[in-house]
């Protein structure tokens, strides 16, 4: 609050100032008339500077020992009243004595203020000092005190002056010193303060000073020796002025404790505990020095009082200790508890954090779509309202993903989450999807309204892009579609907006589409139609893409991947198809033929000297609840004449934790025939941990999303790690598919995945390439 500067200046003025009083009372010391003047003059300054330091500090103080300082200030200020009161009825009026006393009322309320700011004091410190042990320890100091006191003073007093009024003032002082001497000791016994250390030095000294002055003006005063310039002057004034010196140095911050800090203060345990105990053996000495000569066996009472008092003090010096090492140890408990909980906090937080946000944009995810709008549609069906659901594709995004790079696709992705977010109006959500999709949730949506809402944000989307200092042009193929009347949840919705975002797309993209049902039948019925002809025509074939071993850097295996090569060259993408051949059922007969295929090409692989290709073949939910599956198996085994010990049947995490019973009874038989048994996909289900160790499971697979943002995602990056990990354990081989760069190469070697996958090694490849592929690395 004060700078090093002004303490300074205070310490040289208080120093100089007590000096220029000494040599003052000791220069003009025959000189009454100047003496009076100069002490009078003294103590006026004193009062003076040490009321402006506390107020100031009053003022600049905001902590709740604000009323403390008040008090303090207040007892000078009373202290100059009564010295100015004296000297004007000492050098001007000369009324006798009734003006005397009048001062003298003023300078006991100086000590009556005091013991005031120090019950505020204790009162700020109630916690510490509210003990039955301090009550008791000041009651025995109380005592002592008080008896020295009415010994050596208050009885002389008394006894020497007739005038009750007279008698009471005098002896008002030695009864609020007694006050003081209480409440000083409780700030000294104490270890805790809401006071800095150095105020507290100077303020007990001050007091100390202040109740040493008085006990010589009570002493003088019964000895009829008192005249101004007396010894005890000096005291008052360096009293004075280090109280106002103790407001200088408060910075209103509380002394240090093991509390505060977890160190304990340096501090002297055995004054501390002998103090109660001190009045005590000077009562004993005192008796015993008057009556050992006539009762002897006093001498021997009080030394075995001392080392009683002796041994009660190391006693409870050791229990200090002992409870300030439980205080220590209890502190340093709450802070690594509170560290903990804090840091388990921060993790739980940014966790969900992570669970319900994207990763490249900050968007929420699917995850949090799929809450917020379970929310909407429990809050929708008590006002019978409308909810829109809009999805958006980002027309030609691949394109400009694979010319710039994936930095400039992140860039543009985060641009146009921005743009969407600008749109949004209150109760609106948008989130990311995946890739290059967006969603947008509306409650209470009219159809003119998401109109509305289509256009504005085909207008914002439409404007040019500046990503690192390139133009970019973008345009949103919008679908739409409305709760109750397209579905009832995510993947309802979801699927309705995204055939009418394809329509959008098959008509010139750039624009929006409500869905309405004639879409999604048309579309249904057509490629329905046209895998029946597939079927017919045997336009599926199958392609191979290689895995390779990361210990051998060999060719160990491939995945068998269906296309659908379409009359007029036309290759059609699994994710086009397989999707309504699993709602149609036409995935029962693309499966088997599938399973046939490949077990026929291994079996000609054979033949050609390719023996230790695994061939992996993909088993649909569908597919594999068959009853007549192991049938189905089996009778493709016989007829082709496959090794099982080079089939590898990819079922999903679903698939394995469906009707548990029946599913690990069919895998186990399908081990029992020598077939190996892959779980694709790991790590997007809900798999148990618990029931996967009961799976007969030769190799896990990661999924292919969790390798793509290896270098974006730490989550990812630490879920692969464990993965490997925990295949380890139960004795699993890993494969990683979906590698397509050296940096993810690289990751999957240190965290010694056992195979990879990807267009990173190659593409898938028709037979005749692959078996071009192994003749090359055969030759090299």
């Not at 995946?434 to 949730?441: I, M, Q, R, S």
Request: include cysteine; proline fraction near 2%.
């Amino acid at each position: 609050m004060y700078s090093v500067r002004t303490k300074r200046f205070a310490y040289s003025f208080i120093i100089i100032f007590i000096l220029a009083n000494f040599l003052w009372n000791i220069v003009f010391r025959n000189k009454q008339e100047l003496l009076d003047w100069g002490g009078v003059t003294f103590q006026i300054i004193a009062c003076c500077a040490s009321i402006g330091w506390l107020v100031s500090t009053f003022m600049k103080h905001k902590g709740s020992a604000k009323c403390f300082w008040l008090f303090l200030g207040l007892g000078i200020f009373s202290y100059l009243i009564g010295t100015i009161i004296w000297s004007f009825n000492e050098f001007i009026l000369h009324l006798g004595d009734s003006m005397i006393r009048l001062a003298e009322k003023f300078w006991v309320a100086q000590n009556g203020f005091y013991f005031i700011a120090l019950l505020v004091l204790m009162n700020e410190m109630r916690s510490y000092l509210l003990t039955i042990r301090f009550i008791l320890d000041m009651l025995i100091v109380m005592s002592a005190a008080t008896t020295v006191s009415w010994v050596f003073l208050i009885k002389p007093l008394l006894n020497q002056h007739v005038d009750i009024t007279f008698n009471i003032i005098e002896l008002l002082y030695p009864i609020f010193d007694l006050m003081e001497l209480v409440g000083v000791l409780s700030i000294i016994m104490t270890s805790y303060s809401i006071l800095s250390n150095k105020t507290n030095y100077l303020l007990v000294s001050g007091l100390f000073i202040q109740i040493i002055a008085d006990t010589i003006f009570n002493y003088l005063t019964v000895m009829n020796t008192y005249s101004v310039g007396s010894i005890n002057e000096p005291f008052w004034i360096l009293s004075i002025l280090l109280i106002g010196l103790s407001g200088i140095y408060h910075d209103g911050q509380p002394a240090k404790d093991f509390k505060t800090n977890g160190n304990k203060q340096k501090e002297n345990p055995l004054i501390k505990q002998s103090i109660p105990y001190l009045g005590v053996l000077l009562f004993s000495m005192y008796v015993i020095s008057m009556l050992y000569k006539s009762h002897p066996v006093l001498l021997g009472l009080f030394i075995s009082i001392l080392l009683l008092i002796l041994r009660q003090i190391f006693t409870l010096i050791e229990n200090g200790k002992l409870v300030a090492d439980l205080h220590h140890l209890n502190e340093n408990l709450e802070m690594k508890v509170k560290e903990r909980t804090d840091k388990l906090v921060e993790t739980v937080n940014n966790m969900e954090y992570l669970a319900y946000h994207d990763v490249v944009t900050g968007l929420p995810n699917r995850r949090y779509m799929e809450k917020r709008l379970s929310q909407a549609i429990n809050n929708t069906n008590a006002r019978d309202k409308k909810i829109a659901f809009m999805l958006l594709d980002m027309d030609r995004f691949k394109h400009i993903n694979d010319s710039l790079g994936h930095s400039y696709g992140d860039l543009l992705l985060k641009e146009v989450g921005k743009r969407l977010i600008n749109d949004l109006n209150p109760h609106e959500v948008v989130c990311r999807i995946g890739g290059d999709e967006y969603a947008l949730l509306m409650e209470d949506a009219e159809v003119q309204e998401i109109e509305k809402k289509a256009l504005t944000i085909l207008t914002s989307l439409r404007k040019t892009y500046h990503i690192k200092g390139v133009e970019l042009h973008i345009t949103p193929s919008i679908g739409v579609s409305i709760f109750p009347d397209h579905g009832r949840d995510l993947d309802s919705l979801l699927m309705k907006a995204d055939t009418a975002m394809y329509k959008v797309k098959e008509n010139g993209k750039n624009h929006y589409m409500i869905y309405h049902c004639s879409m999604r039948m048309k579309s249904i019925m057509e490629v329905e139609s046209s895998l029946r002809k597939g079927l017919e025509y045997n336009e599926f074939i199958l392609h191979y893409q290689p895995q390779i071993s990361l210990h051998t850097n060999e060719i160990v295996g491939v995945e068998a991947l269906l296309r659908w090569k379409k009359s007029g060259n036309v290759m059609v993408l699994p994710s086009d198809f397989i999707p309504i051949a699993e709602e149609t059922g036409l995935i029962l007969p693309i499966g088997e033929r599938v399973l046939w295929e490949a077990c026929k090409q291994s079996v000609a692989w054979q033949k050609k000297g390719f023996s230790k290709i695994r061939v992996a073949v993909n088993i649909s939910s569908l597919q594999f609840q068959q009853d007549n599956f192991i049938q189905m198996v089996s009778e493709i085994m016989k007829e082709t004449g496959v090794n099982p010990n080079n089939i590898e049947l990819e079922i999903t995490e679903s698939i394995a934790m469906g009707q548990m019973e029946n599913n690990l009874a069919k895998i186990s038989l399908l081990k029992q025939m020598g077939f190996k048994i892959a779980l694709d996909d790991f790590g997007t289900g809900y798999s148990s941990l618990h029931y996967l160790s009961k799976f007969p499971v030769d190799r896990l697979k990661i999924d292919r999303s969790f390798i793509s943002s290896l270098e974006k995602s730490e989550k990812d990056a630490a879920i692969v790690r464990l993965i490997v990990m925990m295949a380890k354990a139960l004795n699993c081989k890993v494969i990683a598919e979906g590698v397509e760069d050296e940096i993810q190469k690289s990751f999957l070697e240190e965290v010694e995945c056992d195979e990879l996958q990807g267009y990173f090694f190659s593409r898938p490849l028709s037979v005749e390439d692959f078996e071009a592929f192994m003749s090359s690395k055969k030759q090299k």
